[in-house]
């Protein structure tokens, strides 16, 4: 099974930016999405932003398009997320995670069941 280390959270000011982390290790097939979900004190989990190893094809929830951004390294097979314009409503604890799953033009998030790895989590606070 992966492991997942996520990296980059933090205590910042509304409008900043913060750039997250995840570190996979151990054996994984090929082909995969890999991304972020996010829960905030007393709400549920909720997907933010997943990437297609498979053909580089991203999601974003509607609540951070255009503020943040996924992006891969391929040598190192990590994944980041670029957070820009921070709001309050952000702050939560971001978790990695991995869904062996192929997929092509990723258009919706998969299932939150499909996702077998997962990370500790790196807790992000916006607050002035």
């Known amino acids: 099974q992966v492991q997942l280390v996520e990296s980059g959270g933090g205590l910042v000011q509304p409008g900043s930016s913060l750039r997250l982390s995840c570190a996979p290790s151990g054996w994984i097939q090929d082909y995969y999405v890999i991304g972020w979900f996010r829960q905030a004190p007393g709400k549920e989990r909720e997907g933010v932003s997943f990437?297609?190893?498979?053909?580089?094809?991203?999601y974003y929830a509607h609540f951070v398009k255009g503020r943040f951004t996924i992006s891969r390294d391929n040598a190192k097979s990590a994944v980041y997320l670029q957070m820009n314009s921070l709001e309050p409503e952000d702050t939560a604890v971001y978790y990695c995670?991995?869904?062996?799953?192929?997929?092509?033009?990723?258009?919706?998030?998969?299932?939150?069941?499909?996702?077998?790895?997962w990370g500790r989590g790196t807790q992000v606070t916006v607050s002035s």
């Open positions: 990437i297609s190893t498979t053909d580089s094809s991203t």
């Open positions: 995670a991995v869904a062996e799953e192929i997929v092509f033009g990723m258009v919706t998030m998969p299932n939150m069941d499909a996702f077998t790895s």
